[in-house]
């Protein structure tokens, strides 16, 4: 038998009721609470971010002492994307993670060549049937109450694949994004929310479990905690996908199993590490991005991303979109507020809100302002030319013609409601006079 390396998946463990009431025997300070997490997280996280390539090292050496899994370093996304084509062969269905490097910097790319792909993430809500997803929504997990103790106890590895050798083979391609990898023995781990990761593991002929650099952890103990703390600090998060989507479903299980013994017994394991512009990051000002362990609690609170989620076919988080940046593929963030609730919300605290201002400086010295930025950085010219022209001002406001104009130059969605200008400014009221 081949050996693989060992996968744990993580999931929300019902013990947690068993461990509080055992706790009423046990010193209160004997349990970890979220910022003593979030303390160790900075620690391990900073390791790999000073570390990075010793650590890449690290894992290609220990991977070598598995038969099982072939090992490829894939610098950018087209590369990575054509070994995937080179590994899945004549077999164009493939089964994907919600996993940001391989739903946003991948599948692109695999579309581009042919793949069919499909988020089985989605389809563990029984192909949409609505009142079974309202029900799985409803019952989602019963995970006690948010960030309390309870909470952070409430992620555990259950389920282990020492060897993957299942019964139930079927003829498709599972590409799984990687949450954490530990360099000191290769051990990899994934946060589960459904059943979909286990059950790609157990059926998909050929697994192809991507890696990015900045994934990789000194050892087994800081994987898990990476991994559960993506559970503990991300768990709000999941609801913002909760979100019937018909173009993903597709009925894995109904795939008929492979009959043949020998082909269920060889299934291909392939490991891409990837970077996709990653490592690049350490040194361009953006290194603190290394540090994000892709919770997606920045995109909680983040009051433009359900927009951005859907329009741009992302797995949305400010952090995602200021990757995706840097790797050229969407334009700045232009609609960011710069509210500050992403970097409240990051339990690594990255300053998201910065960044973000220097991903739009850097555009902007490149390429110059846009006509609807240079209108709409400045309110108080606007503001000026408003109340110079009232009422004229508002009557062509309301003008269709004249929104459908704003529309299209300055961005100003076509139903927004607009300001009424007065000629009398507040400054003139309050000293109660007129404008001149
Ligand atoms: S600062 Fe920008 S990216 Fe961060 S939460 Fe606010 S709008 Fe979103
Ligand atoms: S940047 Fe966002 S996804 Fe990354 S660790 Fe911070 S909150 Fe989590």
Redesign the pocket.
């Known amino acids: 038998m081949l050996k693989t390396p060992g996968i744990m998946v993580i999931e929300p463990s019902s013990e947690q009721g068993k461990r509080r009431a055992a706790g009423i025997f046990s010193r209160k300070d004997s349990y970890l609470d979220a910022e003593a997490i979030k303390t160790s997280l900075k620690d391990i996280r900073g390791y790999t971010k000073n570390n990075c390539v010793p650590l890449l090292d690290q894992l290609k050496r220990s991977l070598e002492q598995y038969s099982g899994v072939k090992v490829t370093f894939a610098e950018n996304a087209k590369n990575a994307a054509s070994r995937i084509k080179e590994i899945a062969g004549p077999t164009t269905l493939v089964s994907m993670n919600k996993s940001n490097v391989v739903v946003n910097e991948l599948r692109p790319e695999l579309h581009a060549m042919g793949l069919n792909t499909h988020l089985r993430y989605f389809t563990e809500f029984n192909n949409f049937d609505v009142e079974t997803f309202k029900k799985k929504v409803e019952d989602y997990w019963s995970v006690p109450g948010m960030h309390g103790r309870g909470l952070v106890e409430s992620f555990e590895v259950r389920k282990q694949f020492l060897r993957l050798n299942p019964s139930e083979v079927r003829d498709y391609v599972a590409i799984l994004g990687v949450n954490a990898a530990s360099a000191e023995d290769g051990t990899l781990y994934f946060l589960q929310h459904m059943s979909n990761i286990s059950k790609d593991l157990e059926q998909a002929r050929k697994i192809i479990l991507v890696v990015s650099v900045e994934k990789v952890l000194k050892d087994k103990e800081a994987a898990l905690l990476h991994t559960r703390s993506m559970g503990i600090?991300?768990l709000e998060s999941i609801l913002l996908d909760l979100n019937p989507n018909p173009a993903e479903a597709y009925d894995f299980d109904q795939l008929p199993v492979l009959p043949n013994i020998q082909e269920r017994e060889e299934r291909e394991v392939h490991l891409i590490i990837l970077d996709n512009g990653r490592t690049a990051l350490l040194n361009n000002g953006y290194q603190d991005l290394f540090l994000?362990?892709?919770?997606?609690?920045?995109a909680r609170q983040c009051p433009i991303g359900k927009h951005l989620m859907v329009e741009r076919g992302l797995v949305y988080?400010?952090?995602n979109y200021i990757l995706a940046f840097l790797q050229g593929k969407v334009p700045p963030l232009d609609e960011c507020l710069h509210c500050g609730r992403?970097e409240v919300?990051?339990?690594?605290g990255?300053d998201?809100p910065t960044l973000v201002w220097k991903t739009q400086i850097e555009y902007a010295q490149k390429h110059g302002r846009s006509l609807k930025k240079r209108l709409l950085d400045d309110p108080e010219i606007l503001a000026k030319m408003g109340t110079l022209t009232a009422p004229l001002a508002n009557w062509a406001g309301s003008l269709p013609i004249v929104k459908r104009i704003m529309e299209l130059t300055a961005g100003i969605h076509h139903q927004a409601s607009l300001p009424t200008f007065h000629r009398r400014t507040f400054k003139d009221w309050f000293k109660g006079g007129a404008r001149e």
């Open positions: 600090f991300g994000c362990i892709d919770c997606r609690a920045c988080s400010p952090k992403c919300e990051c339990p690594v990255i998201v």
